[in-house]
């Protein structure tokens, strides 16, 4: 694509979709943005069924979060291998102080506020 040429809008069909169900799905705690989050905490920590559930419905109706547990799994090998490789890994093994950890708890849970 050219410099300064805009893509040319979505199919009408997708945005009458959209225009339906976006409201409902951000209702019921399942827009693009809590399956993204769900995603990555699943990473870290195991969902509650009502979360897990949440995630598998958004992930069954939307085309484009449908792959971000496969996008997830990828980063996640791709850091751990470059680590490992890079770092003989000694980057992997140490592992944060305490003190750090609750800051990273601090930072996330006024972000997830926002």
Same mark, same amino acid.
Request: aromatic letters at 2%; hydrophobic letters at 30%; charged letters at 30%.
């Given at each position: 694509?050219?410099? *300064?040429?805009?893509?040319?809008?979505?199919?009408?069909?997708?945005?009458?979709?959209?225009?339906?169900?976006?409201?409902?799905?951000?209702?019921?705690?399942?827009?693009?943005?809590?399956?993204?989050?769900?995603?990555? @905490?699943?990473?870290?920590? @195991?969902?509650?069924?009502?979360?897990?559930?949440?995630?598998?419905?958004?992930?069954?109706?939307?085309?484009? /979060?449908?792959?971000?547990?496969?996008?997830?799994? *990828?980063?996640?090998?791709?850091?751990?291998?470059?680590? @490992?490789?890079?770092?003989? *890994?000694? /980057?992997?093994?140490?592992?944060?102080?305490?003190?750090?950890?609750?800051?990273?708890?601090?930072?996330?849970?006024?972000?997830?506020?926002?």
């Amino acid at each position: 694509m050219k410099p *300064g040429q805009h893509l040319p809008p979505p199919p009408l069909t997708y945005r009458v979709k959209q225009a339906i169900m976006c409201p409902i799905l951000k209702a019921l705690g399942l827009c693009c943005r809590s399956a993204f989050n769900l995603c990555s @905490e699943k990473m870290d920590r @195991e969902l509650t069924k009502r979360e897990s559930l949440r995630l598998r419905v958004h992930l069954s109706m939307c085309g484009l /979060c449908s792959s971000l547990p496969a996008q997830f799994e *990828g980063m996640r090998k791709l850091i751990k291998t470059t680590c @490992e490789h890079e770092h003989e *890994g000694d /980057c992997c093994s140490e592992s944060l102080s305490e003190e750090a950890k609750e800051r990273i708890a601090r930072h996330l849970k006024s972000r997830s506020k926002e």
